[in-house]
């Protein structure tokens, strides 16, 4: 009998893909935003546009309001993801130069996977483990290449650590919320929450604003735009058709992609080191996110094909933007 389409499957690739280099383009675009703007002002700026851009198309798309069964997922990872996470990375990467942000920040897919394994029941394939233990070796090797010399505190090792620790809980958290709220929804709300949780920093925000260089300003906008509103929706739309460990194991391709984009838009060579991480990490993403030769052969149903985890299917969509 002839396997089912894999339409869906490939959607949420294609989603995955969008989301790792939009997230990659962070980089550059906080390399300016982050000398014009303190921590908290800068998270509050990127979540406010992100917040307005998932709004407008929210009464567009006619999305409405999540049910409240999707309300505890939404709000933890609104809390620990857009909001934490946002203020202690953007924090902990000006007291540490960018190799060692990039070491500590890359456990959360290790975490990811532990965390789904206990919590949603996530299977560990070997291949998934085989590919993270490459992708995470790859990640090293980037980060020690890109680490400068005394560039660390113990504060600034600390600070990325409890960013790593945020990523993965708010993951684990919106994987519940989207059997039951669709990708834009749980996008959008939780982005509403994050920014809610930064508006003490407002005040911050409207200071620096006033003095920030016009590209500063434009670069956090576009970090809003684009790494968080549109970037998130294409994950939600991922995460919503396969398991959290295998999206969290996809994100090791953002490293390379950070080499690489430096390397076009900042002019920054990399050495071979560093070219050497990177394609351990895509390696790895790739072992990951294979599947055994016979995965696809069922008896009559392709239920092998399936999410490991057994819930009500996600409201169909596109991915914003598509």
């Known amino acids: 009998m002839t396997t089912p389409?894999?339409?869906?499957?490939?959607?949420?690739?294609a989603a995955a893909v969008v989301t790792v280099v939009l997230w990659a383009s962070a980089?550059?675009?906080?390399?300016s935003a982050g000398s014009a703007y303190s921590p908290g002002a800068l998270a509050l700026g990127r979540l406010?546009?992100?917040?307005?851009?998932?709004?407008?198309?929210?009464?567009?798309?006619?999305?409405?309001?999540?049910?409240?069964?999707?309300?505890?997922?939404?709000?933890?990872?609104?809390?620990?993801?857009?909001?934490f996470y946002?203020?202690?990375?953007?924090?902990?990467?000006?007291?540490?130069?960018?190799g060692t942000a990039a070491l500590v920040v890359n456990i959360g897919p290790i975490l990811i996977?532990?965390?789904?394994?206990?919590?949603?029941?996530?299977a560990m394939p070997p291949r998934l483990l085989a590919g993270m233990a490459v992708s995470f070796a790859g990640a090293v090797t980037v980060g020690?290449?890109?680490?400068?010399?005394?560039g660390s505190s113990v504060l600034g090792v600390v600070l990325c650590l409890l960013a790593a620790v945020a990523y993965a809980g708010g993951v684990v958290a919106q994987k519940p919320a989207l059997a039951r709220a669709s990708a834009l929804q749980v996008t959008t709300f939780g982005c509403l929450v994050g920014a809610v949780l930064c508006l003490p920093f407002a005040g911050q925000l409207v200071e620096q604003a006033g003095d920030a260089p016009v590209s500063a300003t434009l670069n956090m906008v576009y970090l809003g735009v684009f790494p968080t509103a549109l970037a998130f929706t294409t994950w939600a739309y991922a995460l919503a058709r396969t398991t959290a460990s295998k999206m969290g194991?996809?994100?090791?391709?953002v490293p390379a992609l950070v080499v690489l984009m430096s390397w076009l838009v900042l002019g920054e060579v990399p050495g071979l080191l560093t070219l050497g991480g990177g394609v351990l990490c895509l390696a790895g993403v790739a072992v990951s996110r294979s599947r055994a030769r016979n995965a696809g052969a069922v008896s009559g149903t392709g239920a092998a094909a399936a999410p490991v985890v057994a819930v009500e299917p996600p409201p169909e969509e596109a991915p914003v933007g598509k």
Request: aromatic share 8%; proline share 5%; no cysteine.
């Open 5 to 13: 389409p894999r339409r869906p499957e490939r959607a949420a690739a």
């Open 113 to 122: 996977a532990l965390l789904g394994s206990r919590l949603l029941g996530d």
């Open 144 to 150: 020690l290449s890109m680490s400068g010399d005394g």
């Open 249 to 253: 194991a996809t994100t090791y391709a």
């Open 86 to 98: 946002m203020v202690v990375l953007n924090w902990g990467e000006q007291q540490v130069d960018a």
């Open 48 to 83: 406010a546009s992100g917040a307005l851009t998932l709004g407008v198309i929210s009464l567009v798309r006619r999305a409405g309001v999540p049910p409240r069964s999707a309300w505890r997922g939404i709000a933890v990872s609104g809390v620990l993801w857009f909001g």
């Open 27 to 31: 980089f550059v675009a906080i390399r």
